[in-house]
């Protein structure tokens, strides 16, 4: 079991932190470079990546995210049944669900669990799936589920190929359902299929809030939290790192682009804040990570 550790109260954050433009330093690949946007057919993932239906913002925030890597990374074929949890305002689905779509795939988005005291977020699942019926031809019949304290399956057991953690575990933490979160993945996914992680890396050493009021989680604590649900670890990898991250920032993650917090969550902006040295930095340092469940 994971060590003790410390405790913090925390409001549960909706969806996953946004995050923005500024390069990092590292030497950018092919795929990196920005592409003349394609206007139909998602038959590959690079195409997908390349359409015209991004909007110029998510397309901008490619030299951060690496889609075509970190799906690479995370064995992502034609075809395949994907599980994608909490999406957001969609900024990966608009990848997914084309390319699934055009390969005869299948994807399952696990939407925020629907709270009546919680307006804003039932908004962003509302937003979501206008923007999936906006163009039913472009993304398929993406099946819409929920995960929440209390949601049942997010897809059918034992039926999905690839389930997709994006830059959620601290939201998760937050709520008091991360550990559930595994869990579900874990009963979702096929014998040998793979649980792909992206998630804000903290710095190895420090004492883990558990509800990560930061939005920062350290490497070891999910790989652990992986572990006790049942999966086995199948690789880390570095597409999504940012060294100039120190992790330090006076409002967490969020400080950083393109949230760009100058006050507490809550609270009204700052105007005189200094945002160019955490400009500088660009988004988080990540880590990407891939498991498997057990056949």
């Known amino acids: 079991m994971r060590p003790e550790l410390s405790w913090s109260r925390r409001g549960l954050i909706v969806g996953g932190a946004a995050t923005g433009l500024v390069g990092c330093g590292r030497k950018k690949?092919?795929?990196?470079?920005?592409?003349?946007?394609?206007?139909?057919g998602a038959d590959t993932i690079e195409a997908s990546v390349a359409g015209t239906w991004r909007s110029p913002a998510d397309r901008a925030r490619d030299i951060w995210r690496h889609p075509v890597e970190t799906l690479g990374f995370w064995e992502l074929k034609p075809g395949q049944t994907v599980v994608e949890f909490w999406p957001g305002a969609g900024?990966?689905?608009?990848?997914?669900?084309?390319?699934?779509?055009s390969t005869k795939g299948k994807l399952y988005a696990a939407t925020l669990q629907a709270d009546p005291s919680d307006p804003a977020a039932a908004e962003i699942v509302e937003a979501?799936?206008?923007?999936l019926n906006e163009k039913p031809r472009l993304?398929?019949?993406?099946?819409?589920?929920?995960?929440?304290?209390?949601t049942g399956p997010v897809a059918p057991a034992g039926s999905a190929d690839l389930v997709l953690f994006l830059r959620n575990v601290h939201n998760w933490m937050a709520g008091g359902i991360a550990e559930k979160a595994f869990k579900?993945?874990?009963?979702?996914?096929k014998p040998g299929g793979i649980l792909g992680v992206e998630e804000?890396?903290?710095?190895?050493g420090r004492v883990q809030d558990v509800l990560a009021a930061d939005g920062y989680v350290q490497e070891?604590?999910?790989?652990?939290?992986?572990?006790?649900?049942?999966?086995?670890?199948?690789g880390s990898s570095e597409i999504n790192a940012n060294p100039k991250d120190t992790k330090d920032h006076p409002f967490g993650v969020w400080t950083l682009p393109p949230t760009r917090l100058s006050a507490p969550r809550g609270e009204p902006a700052e105007p005189g804040f200094d945002h160019a040295r955490y400009d500088a930095i660009g988004e988080s340092d990540r880590m990407t990570l891939k498991f498997v469940k057990p056949k």
């Open 29 to 40: 690949t092919a795929s990196e470079t920005p592409k003349a946007p394609v206007k139909g």
């Open 91 to 101: 900024w990966y689905t608009e990848i997914l669900a084309p390319f699934l779509a």
């Open 128 to 131: 979501y799936r206008r923007k």
């Open 139 to 150: 993304y398929g019949k993406v099946e819409i589920t929920s995960f929440g304290p209390t």
């Open 184 to 189: 579900d993945a874990l009963v979702a996914l």
């Open 200 to 204: 804000h890396r903290g710095e190895p």
């Open 220 to 234: 070891a604590y999910v790989i652990q939290m992986a572990k006790e649900a049942g999966f086995i670890m199948a």
